[in-house]
């Protein structure tokens, strides 16, 4: 059974860094896609960044482009998502997400949901 759980959001200051983690259980994180999704109040959901099953591809939405660094580590089974030069607009819940598709590339449509953290990015 696929479970991810988050960590690492907060209130921080605009410019400022985070770093997110998602744990997983019940899957080997290189043998799938698993990413990052966001919401901001009154917004749809949107994809935010992806690394891919085996030697790790990395996609970025171009909102975040420059500021983010999605990366894994395959022994602890964890992901994480590095936010530097946090803008007011990068404030949203951020989901740990995976299609639970062994050898996927992509996270464009996941079915395994983590509860999710909140990032606020305010001074």
């Known amino acids: 059974q696929v479970q991810l759980v988050e960590s690492g959001g907060g209130l921080v200051q605009p410019g400022g860094s985070l770093r997110l983690s998602c744990a997983a259980s019940?899957?080997?994180?290189?043998?799938?896609?698993i990413g990052w999704f966001r919401q901001a109040p009154g917004k749809e959901r949107e994809g935010v960044s992806c690394i891919s099953s085996g030697h790790g591809s990395t996609y970025y939405a171009d909102s975040v482009k420059g500021r983010f660094t999605i990366s894994r580590d395959n022994a602890k089974r964890m992901v994480y998502l590095q936010m530097n030069s946090l803008k007011p607009e990068d404030t949203a819940v951020y989901y740990c997400?995976?299609?639970?598709?062994?050898?996927?590339?992509?996270?464009?449509?996941?079915?395994?949901w983590g509860q999710g953290t909140q990032v606020t990015v305010s001074s």
């Open positions: 019940g899957i080997a994180v290189d043998y799938y896609a």
């Open positions: 997400v995976t299609d639970g598709v062994k050898g996927s590339y992509f996270c464009d449509s996941p079915d395994h």
